[in-house]
């Protein structure tokens, strides 16, 4: 890599991509969980809607429970046994859709 030119614009990419990835908080974060019946789950917690992503596969309320409380496990552990109520890790927005 003898062009200056090249160099920096790899040291600039090298530097926001770590600075991006850096940049999302502990608490948010995507899972897969294993219910107790087999079937398995992928969970965003604390993440963005996404508008494009429409789930045929859903969860009964039971199954969707279990998924949710499975999902969270990272987010008790992350905030201890004291927390401030509101917060993401103590009141998160967790949405799981069944895998096929």
């Given amino acids: 890599m003898n062009d200056p030119a090249k ?7 090298t530097v926001c991509s770590t600075a991006c990835l850096a940049a999302q908080p502990d608490y948010t974060y995507e899972t897969t969980v ?3 019946d087999g079937k398995t789950a992928q969970c965003a917690v604390n993440e963005p809607a996404d508008a494009a ?3 045929s596969s859903t969860l009964d309320l039971s199954d969707q ?5 499975l999902a969270t496990q990272r987010l008790r552990v992350l905030s201890g046994p004291k927390s401030v109520y509101p917060s993401p890790y ?4 967790v949405r799981c859709e069944l895998v096929n």
């Fill in 90 to 93: 103590t009141a998160p927005v």
């Fill in 53 to 55: 992503r429409v789930s």
């Fill in 7 to 13: 160099l920096i614009a790899l040291v600039a990419v």
């Fill in 34 to 36: 294993r219910l107790p």
């Fill in 65 to 69: 429970r279990k998924a949710e409380v």
